[in-house]
């Protein structure tokens, strides 16, 4: 829907002014009236005209008003166009030399004074487009240049929403990714609630979104409260008596990696301008110039998340889900030079299960790893945030307690034996009785110099826990 050029009519003639008022209305033309005095200033500031019509019968007092308004840098692009009854040549040497966009002198023909109008609006409208795309071109290098510093689509997304959401001045931008299924999507980013993230929604409420991923067009609506597109959805919302205040809705499709990504969602309500043509321009053109920082984000996360996995592939014991080894060594290194550092205490815990092999022999080694696997999970059970539990080899575990000393590893390795006394191992119609044996070691110690020693030391007090009789622990 086209919006009609407002034109202010500022004048000293009333019957001129309610006759050129009614011819404008007729060629389609919104009119507003003004005195020729110094409050149009104000009026000019509260409701920019496409265009402003001086007309006044003393020429020297209307071009002192002519000189306020172009002296006021608010109105340097507001074209005026001055009627007036100074002759022709002193008129239109004045009024341009003050800046008008053009001058008429009496007597005024009707005819000339539309043609004038039109090719003003004309002017003014290809400047405001010239105008707009400069500044579109200014923002998506902002644009551009802010999201190529973000590492990931998360952050990307979130900027787009914000860019473009200020750059057109509206209240509510969102985008939206592909669901599993026609029906669903999943917002990522939105401007108007920044806090909102894969937050999955209906798309039967959202006809101009559902179609965009459907069509893979742009879907612009600039009534929602009359376009054919909503029917069923103002039907809903009058049945739940839900009040909708977006005005217009744009939704644009984009793709990534050459398939379908996802929704750019605009939407306008309130006083916000209704989104339009040049609207959808900036926001495509945004949308489609960030594409190539999107992919390469995906690839990145996809890069992270595969070192993660192959270093978690590295350090993780395959039976049990714990740290392996390899990963304990490193670990074991780390908090003995914290320890070391800053003079504070590490406790380890050496675990051994009593009679491991005798039970492999009597129920077979698939419930042995059974076994293991519980036992594992109780000891995780037990670890704090900074603790590390491990598998050591075959039947033995070993925990790393940071910050602790002596008297605290005695307690957690108390602790440990009673749970495993009580818990159900093996298989409800099978279970197994289980005790273990622990050897602790804390740092600092005289014997402990390198991780190997303390290892050790933890190691020969399990041995001799195992010597008193096993199901108990010694330091």
Not at 359 to 378: E, F, K
Not at 392 to 401: A, D, K, N, R, Y
């Amino acid at each position: 829907m086209a919006t009609l050029s407002r034109i202010l009519l500022a004048h000293d003639d009333h019957a001129f002014g309610r006759t050129l008022t009614w011819i404008l209305n007729e060629h389609g033309y919104t009119v507003g009236h003004a005195p020729a005095d110094g409050a149009i200033l104000a009026r000019l500031a509260a409701e920019p005209p496409d265009l402003l019509i001086l007309e006044t019968d003393s020429g020297e007092v209307g071009m002192r008003l002519l000189a306020r308004i172009k002296s006021d840098e608010r109105f340097d692009d507001t074209p005026v166009l001055v009627l007036s009854s100074l002759p022709p040549e002193e008129g239109s040497i004045e009024a341009l030399g003050l800046g008008a966009s053009d001058f008429m002198a009496r007597p005024f023909r009707v005819r000339e004074i539309l043609a004038r109008v039109k090719a003003h609006l004309r002017a003014g409208r290809e400047l405001n487009r010239a105008r707009a795309e400069a500044r579109s071109r200014s923002e998506m290098v902002e644009i551009l240049r802010e999201i190529a510093s973000s590492l990931s689509p998360d952050e990307i997304y979130q900027i787009l929403v914000r860019r473009v959401a200020q750059g057109l001045g509206i209240s509510r931008c969102s985008i939206l990714l592909k669901g599993p299924d026609r029906d669903t999507s999943t917002v990522v980013a939105a401007f108007e609630n920044p806090m909102l993230r894969n937050l999955r929604v209906d798309l039967q409420r959202y006809p101009e979104i559902r179609r965009a991923f459907e069509s893979g067009e742009i879907v612009l609506s600039d009534s929602v409260a009359s376009d054919p597109l909503y029917a069923d959805t103002r039907s809903e919302w009058e049945k739940q008596g839900q009040k909708v205040e977006t005005t217009s809705a744009l939704a644009i499709p984009f793709m990534v990696r050459g398939e379908q990504l996802g929704v750019f969602f605009l939407r306008t309500s309130g006083h916000d301008v209704v989104l339009n043509q040049l609207d959808i321009q900036f926001a495509d053109q945004v949308i489609k110039s960030a594409v190539t920082t999107i992919e390469k984000a995906y690839e990145l996360q996809e890069a992270f998340e595969g070192q993660r996995q192959l270093r978690e592939l590295a350090e993780t014991d395959p039976l049990t889900g714990l740290y392996n080894r390899r990963a304990l060594e490193v670990r074991l290194n780390r908090e003995l030079e914290q320890a070391t550092k800053y003079a504070t205490v590490l406790s380890c815990l050496m675990v051994d299960v009593d009679g491991f092999k005798a039970l492999n022999d009597t129920y077979g080694h698939q419930m042995g790893d059974r076994i293991l696997i519980q036992l594992s999970t109780l000891l995780k059970r037990e670890q704090r945030a900074i603790d590390l539990v491990a598998r050591f080899g075959g039947e033995e575990f070993c925990i790393l307690l940071p910050l602790t000393g002596s008297g605290g590893a005695r307690l957690l390795a108390d602790r440990i034996l009673r749970r495993v006394g009580s818990f159900p191992f093996g298989e409800p119609d099978h279970p197994v009785q289980l005790t273990i044996s622990i050897g602790i070691a804390t740092y600092p110690d005289d014997r402990v110099t390198d991780s190997d020693s303390l290892l050790l030391l933890a190691d020969q007090n399990l041995l001799k826990a195992k010597a008193d009789g096993r199901n108990r622990y010694r330091d």
